[in-house]
């Protein structure tokens, strides 16, 4: 049995204090001795010393963990963006021949309104020369001596789709317009068939697509065409600013719309729009119906032509 006794006053009064008066402050440990029945002094412990190559002690710090944020999965889909080839604001523009594609008289109203100013006649400070048939030849020997730049009607219908096309997606759906060149060993491809493609490259100054659907191959890009859903809505629909419900959005009056792609987000199936408006719609089957499928081309043309 021990028994300690002990007596405490701050540093402060001790360190003022001097001699006996100091001493009886300091701090006294006893110890019984149970033979002698007396209180013995408790030798003070022996401070142990730390020889070389004896380890510290070391308290060691738990260290929190950092959740780890959750990566978002990556879209299912690649966007590429389209930019026209120039800006029409302040161009002069003319036509020159016969048109089948499309209505001289819109397609010129269409180029004024983007800021085009179009010629009546063929002058030197001419932008871009746009030629149809039947054209005089002192007209063409003309636009080479200046050297003005030329379209015939499907670059000017290509220009007015990518004007509203200003992104596209990949994989996307093609139209087979040409099996020439195909360099395919049996191929089966057919003039109207459709394809799905992922990729493009370019090889000898020559673009080619890597097709993923029906078969895996590498075929020229000039041999396709790229195919857009026409979609019709009983009701206004509401355009979102990207594949997500909760993104903005505000309400689309018209009732057709051109879409190039389709992407399935948790309970809805959201569609891209590139024409009228460029933006995300749902896809209500119960009030909207898929009208036909087209290429740029094609759909330019039925609103450029003459009623």
Same mark, same amino acid.
């Given at each position: ?65 950092? @959740? =780890? $944020? %959750?990566?978002? +999965? ?7 963006? /389209?930019?026209?080839? #120039? ?112 990729? @493009? =490259? $370019? %090889?000898?100054? +020559? ?7 029906? /078969?895996?191959?590498? #075929? ?88």
């Amino acid at each position: 049995m021990e028994l300690r006794t002990s007596t405490w006053m701050s540093d402060k009064l001790i360190s003022g204090m001097q001699g006996k008066r100091r001493e009886s402050f300091t701090l006294e440990v006893k110890r019984w001795n149970s033979e002698k029945n007396i209180l013995e002094p408790l030798p003070p412990p022996v401070a142990q010393k730390r020889t070389i190559g004896m380890p510290r002690k070391r308290i060691l710090k738990t260290k929190k963990k950092k @959740k =780890k $944020k %959750k990566k978002p +999965k990556p879209l299912p889909f690649r966007e590429i963006k /389209i930019t026209p080839r #120039i800006n029409l604001k302040g161009k002069f523009m003319i036509f020159l021949g016969e048109f089948s594609s499309f209505s001289e008289r819109k397609t010129s109203t269409w180029f004024k309104r983007k800021g085009a100013k179009i010629l009546s006649r063929l002058m030197k400070k001419t932008s871009v020369a746009i030629l149809g048939s039947n054209i005089p030849e002192e007209h063409l020997e003309r636009i080479e001596k200046h050297n003005i730049e030329t379209w015939d009607e499907e670059d000017v219908l290509i220009f007015i789709a990518t004007y509203y096309l200003k992104s596209d997606f990949i994989p996307a759906f093609y139209r087979v317009d040409s099996i020439e060149n195909i360099d395919v060993p049996d191929h089966e491809f057919q003039i109207g068939d459709e394809v799905e493609l992922n990729d @493009k =490259k $370019k %090889k000898n100054g +020559k673009y080619y697509v890597h097709v993923t659907k029906p /078969i895996e191959c590498w #075929i020229p890009e000039d041999n396709l065409a790229r195919i857009f859903e026409m979609w019709r809505s009983n009701t206004e629909v509401e355009l979102f600013e990207k594949p997500d419900p909760q993104s903005s959005h505000f309400k689309l009056k018209c009732q057709t719309v051109m879409t190039n792609y389709t992407y399935k987000f948790e309970n809805n199936t959201m569609m891209h729009v590139w024409y009228p408006k460029s933006g995300w719609i749902i896809l209500d089957e119960n009030n909207m119906d898929l009208i036909k499928k087209c290429t740029a081309s094609e759909f330019i043309t039925s609103k450029l032509s003459e009623d």
